[in-house]
């Protein structure tokens, strides 16, 4: 395996491994906070505050993961500092390149795609994985004192298998979080 796609893999084994602990170090809800700050970010979710999301698209509906968001061909899900979005089969963004240009509309206008990859394996569904950069987005989070950066990983998984992948039924999009030293 080259250099060139062994990094991805490296940075999705950290963000992982690192995630988690740092989640439960917070003592409270990442990214849950009473007014957004004024920085005059440039997204149509990711990044967003519930009461932004609020604002933008009506009041969102209280799930266990989080809140939720409907829209045509597709539901979001604001969990912590993530965005969950659930991918009608069926409908206009099922396939690859839709999913794709729908979550490139819901990442801050500064976003830079860094990488994509796939893996998986054979008899298992085939996932995709792009990594978007984006410094207006880790300067959102230095207001909001969360120990995360501007890279977000972007997982989008299918209903098939390697040999037929079938329609993209799931996206998730998670800013990565800082290690700490």
Not at 23 to 32: E, H, N, T, V
Not at 43 to 71: C, H, I, K, M
Request: with cysteine; charged share 20%.
């Amino acid at each position: 395996m080259t250099r060139h796609r062994m990094l991805p893999a490296v940075l999705t084994f950290l963000f992982l491994v690192v995630s988690a602990p740092m989640s439960a170090a917070q003592g409270g809800l990442p990214c849950d906070v009473a007014t957004a700050p004024d920085d005059g970010l440039a997204s149509a979710a990711l990044g967003l505050t519930r009461q932004e999301l609020d604002r933008l698209y009506g009041p969102g509906n209280a799930v266990q993961t989080g809140w939720l968001y409907e829209f045509d061909g597709f539901d979001l899900t604001l969990a912590d500092c993530d965005l969950i979005l659930d991918i009608d089969p069926g409908g206009q963004f099922a396939d690859p390149e839709s999913a794709t240009d729908l979550v490139r509309t819901l990442l801050p206008e500064d976003a830079v795609l860094a990488g994509s990859w796939q893996f998986g394996t054979l008899q298992s569904a085939p996932q995709d994985a792009d990594e978007w950069l984006s410094a207006e987005l880790a300067a959102r989070y230095r207001l909001l004192g969360e120990p995360r950066t501007g890279s977000v990983l972007v997982l989008y998984s299918y209903d098939g298998n390697a040999y037929n992948p079938g329609s993209i039924t799931h996206v998730e999009l998670r800013p990565a979080v800082i290690p700490e030293p």
